[in-house]
Structures are given as C-alpha cells and as structure tokens.
C-alpha cells in the first residue's frame, strides 16, 4: 500500500509494561515480541545510561534470549518506560532503525496475520489478537507482566478503503524513486518531486481554490518513494520478466516469450499488479495514443480543466502531473506541453440532508441518482448539484432540493413556451436578423442587458463560479425577460429581438441545462442543435445605455404602483386610476403610457409634466417622477372605514392583553426569558400596526 492509502483512527487498547531484564519496557503489541533482541533507550536518558552497549541474558517468552542496549534520539524519554524493544518486520520506525543499525529483521506474523509456527511453540499459527492473551497469559505466569494501562489511546493504522487493520511486512515491492533526477526540467535534469513543486508553484497548473495549494506543496514536500506494486489479481500486470536460467530481470512493454538476455525461453512474468492509481494517471496521455504523437495528443495536451473531488488531490491529480510530466517529456514535448492540463477545479464531496457522508453501509444516507432521474428529470439533479456550490465545499444533497430544481426547470420550459406560442406570427418562423433601424426603447433595453449578462455569464464561468452563472442567467431571463420584456412585446412587439434574446438565454442557459435547453431550441430552429452552436459573444453595436436607463426608469415606476396596489390589498385584478407628475420625463413616460398602462394594469392614466399635491390618494416617487392613486378608484369608502374600525377593535383588544401580560410579576418570573421577550416583540408590533390602521381610517376620513 501506499502510504497516503494508509488512515490512522484513535482507539483505547491495553499498553502492556513487561520486565525484559533489567528494564521494563511498554508495548501495544506483545504478539510481536517473541524475536525483540535489541532495547532502544534515549542517549540523555540517565536512568539508562550505564546500560547503554552492553548485553545481557533475558528471560522472555519462550526462553531465555541474548539482548542489547542501544541508544538513538528517535526514543520519547516521556514515553512508557523510555525503553522499547524494537520489531524492524512490523514497524516502519522499528525498521528504520534497524537500517541505521544494521539489525536484523525477522518476520514474526506470516502474511496470513498468524505468527510464524518457529517463534512459538505456544501461539504458532494464531492470529494476532488471539496470540496478543496468549503472549501476556505467558509473561504473567513467568512475573514479567510489570503492569497494565487499560485506558490507551493510540492510533491504528487502517486502509483507507476497507478500514481494516494494515499490519506492516517487509516485502519486495517496486517503487518509484522520487527523489532522483529523472526528468529533463526547464534546463535542468529535476527529480519527480521537484517537477511536481514546480508546475504548481511556477502556475503553469492552477488548482481551484486556492487554499489547496498549500496542501498539496505540504503533501509533496512530505513525498515518500511511491509502492506501485501490489499483492492483488485485478490491474495491470507489472511488466518485468525474471529468468530463471540467467537470473536476470527485464522490462518490456509487450508480452515476450525469451529471455532478452540469454535468450532462454525460461521466464515469468512478475505475479504483482500495479497500484490503481498508478494506472488511472496513464489516464491524460495513453487514451490519446501516447508514445505516438498522434494529432489528439498535440491538441489535447495540456487539457484545459480538470474537474475533480478534492478527496483524490494526491491520489490521483499529483500522480497525473507526475506521469503525463514524466512521459511526455520522455517523448519530446516542451514543459509547457507535457503538464496534463491547466486548471484543476475541485468540488466538494455530496453529503445528506443531514450533512453525513453518504456511504453503501448506511444506506439511509444515499441517494440514488437513477431514481432521481427518473423522477425531477437529469436537468434537475444537474441544477441541484452546481447551484449553491462552491469549489472545495462539501454540499448537501436530497430529494426535496431536486425538486426544487425541478420547478426552476419547469419555469424555463413554461417561459420558452409562452413566447413561442404568444408571438404571433410565431416568431418559429422568423429571422432572428436584428434590423438595428427598428428597434423600441425597450429593445434597445434587452439588448443591452443582454450583452451585459453574455459578459457577465462568461466572467463567472472563466472564473468557475458556476453557481453564480447559472443564477445570473436564470434571473435575467426569468426576471427580465419574461417578466418585463416579453410583457411589454404584448403592446409593441420585435419578433427579430424576442426571438433573438431567447436563442440566446438557451446557449448560456445550456451548460446548466443541456437537455430542456436543446429541446427548446430544435423547437425554435428546427434542423439545429444548439450543442453545436457558438458560445454568444457581445455585440458591440446593441450598447444603449441612455435608452436602457429610461427604460429602468419606466420599469421602476411600473413596480411602484404594483407596490402601492399590494401594500393596499388593491384586487391585482382591478383596473384603477393613476396621475404622473413626470417632469423631466414627461415625454419619456407619454411615450411609454400604453407599456405601463398595461404592466400595472391601469384602467386611465393621466400624465403632466408637474401639478399641486393630490388628497386622498396613494402616494410614491420614483426618482423625480411623483405617482398618484386616488383613493375613491381604489376602493369602498364605507365598506372600508367599518374594516378598519374593526380592525382596530380587535387590535386594542389583544394589545391590552399582552400589557395585561407583561405587567403580571408571576408570568414575568415564571417564564423563560425568550418567552417573555417574544410578547415583548408581539406587544411593540402591534402598537405599531395599530398607528398605521388608525392613519390609514384618518386619511380616509378626511
Ligand atoms: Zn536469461
């Protein structure tokens, strides 16, 4: 296994304190002692000190052993007893130690996890756990067992897929050399490690967010050889041939039949697979004919973006820009050519409702995309899983979300529809050529937003800020052209303009939606695909912003009478009476009379350029512009001073109560304190309703 294939996870064990002759040392591993010839104590440790480099006889396990004291600063003197035996075979510390001391390192535990049958008599062929009592029931029958802490915590380390206990073994593996100078490198030969720093640090690959970055340097920086080889039958099979009339090895990409140095047809090829990962970074160059330059190569090396979980950063994407770096270098490609690609976006990972990871054995937790589909449409889980995402972020996903997105789908679809069947003679069957010679306010307005938003759209999607993109463009056609633009076609209509702006949402929508949006459009331009289309770019030509801002102007004007009708309860339905002070804008709003007439639905509206202050009307300004609507068009005078007589009433009742309430000393000190301040908040909105319900009845009365 490699070593970021290994997790560490807490766990409360037993940490045995045994006598091994004159010192006692601590271990979690007693099964592992059997072959302990060496203690291992700090130099500066004084209780040790004299002990250091001399042997002894020791009454152990299975007998009597021959033991040595040596002294290396790797020892934590604060630790156990501040002596150790070390087991090289089970212990990547204990082994490294042995290397530096040139002790030998026997394996104990068999590649079954039982130990070997020559250690022991007694626990020959039991598996770990078991030998683990048999081991300490021994030293106890002996008096060796000192004492034992039940109570410590110490890291397991388990494989990061499965979770199961790893126990190290000594093995012949093939590695990968990180450290040596392999790599033709800007000028100079570099080590893979160094090429792996590079190409991030120089920015020639850019990984999203940034904040990544750092742990990816971290990661590299802390790099070990890579153990490519493995112990299993699925994977690509190493490629090296051992012989066994010469004993040579070789390597060879195709399958041979003899010896490539003694010709002997006596050869094998070795049994071990390659680690997974180290087949998936083939992944950028071999699936494009790598070691032949072939057109596709040339064109997709490096690729633009990677889009990937940042779960698999070193996993798969270092060992990417290691392989394809490495391999394409060999064939002669520049540094700049030989990266796999230039931006590496990472997502986050997709979480419940609840924010748990979502995983096979708690199935509650899952959710199944097919079935999803099937029920919201694929458009919608795609919504689901990029709005409200941001890169390196985990996110929530469940099934009330995907509806949701199943709405804003419909609403495309209900909106796209409208327009093609509203605008008669259907615009289907029109040129979408914008005649710049004939075009109202308002189509000057959409045509401006709408290079607005190409820019915008295309901004956020450059700067992956997906989630931002899709809302911009929703919100514009949604928002503005639906709801305003296609509104005011209904008076003047521009089938090159509303045909036009509509092919393009769908382009920009697209990437969000690619399957409503594709239908849509081979409904509106039969015998196209919109896949194949261009990306919309601005026209410098559409840019009105004197005309676009009279038409924000109108547009706000328009949203000021709704607001007085809805703050009012006006029937939304009723057709009512407006007067316009316009001043400056007088000619602006008479031209505009019939579009605001018909969006704030007005039954007469009167404009003048200014005039005295209008009674008993509803009153609003929109910049200069002062909006009039009397009163007596808007509704029953009788009928409505009895509901706000009423209405009041009813208001000074439950304001007394609540007083009544918040002056009893009982409920003050018996109720929790949110309680209290609740009836409090309740006790000042109400006054404050009562005073607005009370002007209300006096502007009516008057
Ligand atoms: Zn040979």
């Known amino acids: 296994m490699a070593d970021d294939e290994l997790e560490y996870v807490e766990e409360k064990a037993p940490f045995y304190y045994f006598k091994y002759g004159p010192v006692v ?18 130099p500066k440790d004084k209780r040790y000190k004299n002990l250091i480099g001399k042997e002894f006889d020791v009454e152990w396990i299975e007998g009597k052993i021959r033991a040595k004291v040596i002294a290396d600063e790797c020892i934590d003197m604060d630790l156990g007893t501040g002596a150790m035996t070390i087991t090289p075979a089970h212990s990547l510390v204990d082994f490294e130690l042995s290397q530096k001391y040139d002790l030998e390192a026997p394996q104990i535990i068999d590649f079954d996890g039982k130990i070997r049958p020559e250690w022991s008599k007694s626990c020959g062929g ?234 096979k054995s708690r199935p509650e937790t899952c959710i199944d995309p097919l079935d999803m589909i099937e029920k919201y449409g694929t458009d919608a889980i795609r919504l689901s899983l990029v709005i409200g995402g941001t890169p390196g972020n985990d996110m929530r996903l469940y099934e009330e979300k995907i509806a949701g997105y199943r709405n804003f789908v419909n609403k495309i679809w209900n909106g796209a529809r409208f327009v093609m069947s509203s605008a008669e003679p259907s615009i289907k069957k029109r040129e979408d050529k914008v005649n710049l010679k004939k075009l109202s306010r308002a189509d000057k307005w959409i045509l401006t937003r709408l290079n607005e938003i190409i820019e915008k759209v295309t901004d956020q999607i450059e700067d992956y800020e997906l989630s931002e993109a899709g809302l911009t463009v929703y919100d514009f056609f949604w928002g503005e052209y ?69 038409m924000g102007r109108i547009m706000d004007l328009v949203s000021g009478i709704r607001v007085l009708r809805a703050e009012s309860d006006v029937d939304a339905t009723k057709k009512i009476h407006a007067i316009i002070f316009a001043h400056e804008d007088t000619a602006l709003v008479e031209d505009k009379a019939e579009i605001i007439k018909r969006l704030a639905n007005l039954g007469t509206l ?79 909105e109400g006054l404050k309703r009562l005073k607005k319900l009370q002007e209300q009845l006096e502007q009516i009365s008057k």
């Not at 271990?27 to 700090?42: L, N, Q, S, W």
């Not at 007589?645 to 009544?660: G, T, V």
Request: proline share 6%; with cysteine.
């Open 126 to 359: 039991m598996p770990i756990l078991e030998a683990r009592k048999k081991v300490v029931e021994i030293l106890e029958k002996k008096g060796l067992v000192d004492h034992i802490d039940e109570n410590y915590i110490h890291n397991v380390s388990v494989n990061y897929r499965g979770k199961g206990v790893v126990e190290p073994q000594i093995m012949k593996q093939w590695f990968v050399d990180v450290n040596k100078a392999v790599i033709d490198w800007k000028k100079k030969k570099r080590s893979i490690k160094e090429v792996l720093q590079d190409t991030v640090r120089s920015k020639m690959i850019r990984i999203i967010p940034d904040r990544f970055e750092k742990i990816y340097f971290h990661w590299i920086d802390n790099l070990r050889d890579w153990c490519i080889s493995r112990q299993i039958w699925w994977g690509h099979r190493i490629p090296v041939w051992y012989c066994t009339k010469c004993s040579n090895s070789f390597f060879s990409p195709t399958t041979v039949q003899k010896c490539k140095h003694c010709k002997a047809p006596s050869i094998s090829q070795d049994p071990d697979t390659l680690d997974t990962w180290f087949s998936s970074q083939l992944w950028t160059f071999s699936t494009l004919g790598w070691p032949e330059k072939t057109p596709d190569l040339l064109r997709f090396t490096p690729s633009s973006v990677l889009e990937t979980g940042y779960d698999i950063l070193f996993f798969w994407v270092a060992r990417m820009i290691l392989g394809s770096t490495y391999a394409l270098r060999k064939t002669g490609f520049p540094e700049e050519k030989s990266i796999p690609f230039k931006d590496v976006y990472l997502h986050g990972l997709i979480r419940d409702i609840h924010g748990k990871k979502m995983s």
């Open 482 to 550: 639906c709801d305003w633009y296609v509104e005011m076609s209904k008076v003047t209509k521009n089938p090159a303009v509303l045909k036009h702006v509509l092919k393009t949402s769908l382009k920009l929508m697209h990437p969000f939606m690619p399957f409503v949006t594709e239908t849509i459009y081979g409904d509106l331009c039969p015998g196209t695909m919109l896949i194949t289309e261009d990306w919309p770019k601005p026209n410098p030509k559409w840019n009105f912003p004197s005309e676009s801002d009279e």
């Open 606 to 684: 009167e404009i003048f350029g200014n005039g005295e202050k209008i009674d008993k009307a509803l009153t609003t300004f929109v910049g200069d512009i002062e909006i009039y609507l009397p009163l007596a068009d808007l509704i029953d005078f009788e009928a409505e001073k009895k509901r706000l007589h009423k209405e009041i009433d009813d208001l000074a009742k439950y304001i007394q109560s609540l007083d009544h309430k918040l002056k009893n000393k009982k409920f003050l000190n018996n109720a929790p304190k949110e309680i209290v301040e609740n009836e409090h908040i309740k006790f000042t």
């Open 25 to 42: 040392i601590g271990t979690a591993r007693p099964e592992t002692k059997f072959g302990d010839k060496v203690i291992v104590v700090h």
